[in-house]
């Protein structure tokens, strides 16, 4: 069955119904489909556009479409144009001429204009919980490691000593800024579209705040020529979600030097890892390596829903049926990664002593020897040379700057006592850093009691 044909005197190509069908992937929000349906009739009833027998007619045998696509009891088919048309003809099959009546004063516009939002903003709350369950193990890990040393980098140079706690919670707060943004998308989509009709709402009386409040929303949307044409809120979406892939894509590419043999920061549980099918002796870090390839995909989508949108004239275009098959990609494929990547940190092994020895050993300390020589009297610029003659005697002794003797510390500089030494140990380079924001061990606590509180809040 279609939702239209009367104007027509020939049958569809069989051609032209595939490429224009979408029964084969908006199949997905059945549920919603009906949901909105339920809501649509009860509105009818109570304008009196519809008897209440009539309504309750129709809202007993949508439940038992429901109930049946969910038990298997029916199955979705291609022979039908969409999901509208599918759950239409089922129930018109059950009920008669009482079913035709459930799509008085609506267009199958502000119809799919409302089922795609309901799917995408349950699947924002969903995405929202994925966050918050690895932001929690992430809290975790940081509790767990607010005295493990490891070095900093920047340029992938190591530069100065830090916690894995800190740097665990940069992430941290790119995820807390990545559940911020969906909090808010969730918030500026929240209005009702059903009830704009076609393009310019009905002549029948529909009350479209109760409509709004039976679905949830806060309200109705304010121009019907926008409600059936707006997909702002997938974009935003989707660009919340390319986010989210490239923190996880930066994580993943940290896990993977981590994991390897040169570093050796960290060792990925079996689970989370694969062999080669011809060296034995590997151990590869698939899932971050899959989880960072898939970052593409996920921005494909974006790219694709703006290049289908950026040319469209009002209202309802076909070209927005483009809409859904790359956004339910991403949502699957970031929903996946999320879950896969709280697996993989949760149950990797932290070698402290290998992060401890990698910060002494690449001379992280030299800024607070530096430092030491300020505090002293020896103008910044100077201490910045100094340090930088020490280090490179050091690299051509092989030692640490902790490991270097004190007469040579004060052939290239008197200044320098036995003190030095424990100014530049990772203990007091890291300790003495207390600002809010920095690793020493009372204001990370600080900003973990913060964070939990954060996670309890929701």
Known sequence: MKLWGGRFTKEENQLVHNFNASITFDQKFYHQDIEGSIAHVTMLAKQAIITDEEKDTIINALKQICHEIESGIIQITEEYEDIHSFVESMLIERTGDTGKKLHTGR??????????????????????????????????????????????????????????????????????????????????????????????????????????????????????????????????????????????????????????????????????????????????????????????RVYGALISILTTMKGIPLAYNKDMQEDKELTFDAIDTVKGCLGLFNGMIKTMRINKDTMAASSKNGFTN??????????????????????????????????????????????????????????????????LRQTIGAPGHESMQKVIDLNRQYINID
């Not at 529909?206 to 109705?220: S, V």
């Not at 340090?387 to 510390?409: F, H, R, S, T």
Request: hydrophobic share 40%.
């Open 107 to 296: 267009s199958r516009n502000d119809q799919v204009a409302l089922d795609m939002k309901l799917y995408t903003r349950d699947e924002v709350l969903a995405t929202d919980q994925l966050l918050k369950e690895l932001m929690t193990t992430l809290l975790d890990l940081m509790e767990e490691h607010i005295d493990t040393y490891m070095p900093g980098f920047t340029h992938l140079q190591k530069a100065q000593p830090v916690t894995l706690a800190h740097h665990i919670g940069a992430y941290f707060e790119m995820f807390k800024r990545d559940r911020s943004r969906l909090h808010d998308i969730y918030v500026r989509m929240n209005t009702c579209p059903l009830g704009a009709g076609a393009l310019a709402g009905t002549t029948y009386p529909l009350d479209r705040d109760y409509t709004a409040e039976l679905l949830g929303f806060d309200g109705p949307t304010l121009n019907s020529m926008d409600s059936v044409s707006d997909r702002d809120y997938l974009i935003e979406y989707l660009s919340a979600l390319s986010t989210i892939m490239m923190h996880l894509s930066r994580f993943c590419e940290e896990i993977i030097l981590w994991n390897s043999n040169e570093y050796r920061f960290i060792e990925l549980d079996d689970a989370y890892s694969t062999g080669s099918s011809i060296m034995p002796q590997k151990k590869n870090p698939d899932i971050a390596e899959l989880i960072r390839g898939k970052t593409g």
């Open 366 to 431: 030299a800024t607070d020897a530096a430092d030491y020589l300020v505090k002293h009297g020896v103008p910044f610029r100077d201490a910045h040379g100094i340090i930088g003659q020490l280090v490179l005697l050091c690299i051509d002794k092989g030692i640490a700057l902790d490991d270097l003797p004190m007469d040579e510390y004060k052939k290239i500089c008197p200044v320098f006592e036995a003190d030095i030494y424990e100014a530049i140990s990772l203990q007091t380079c890291v300790g």
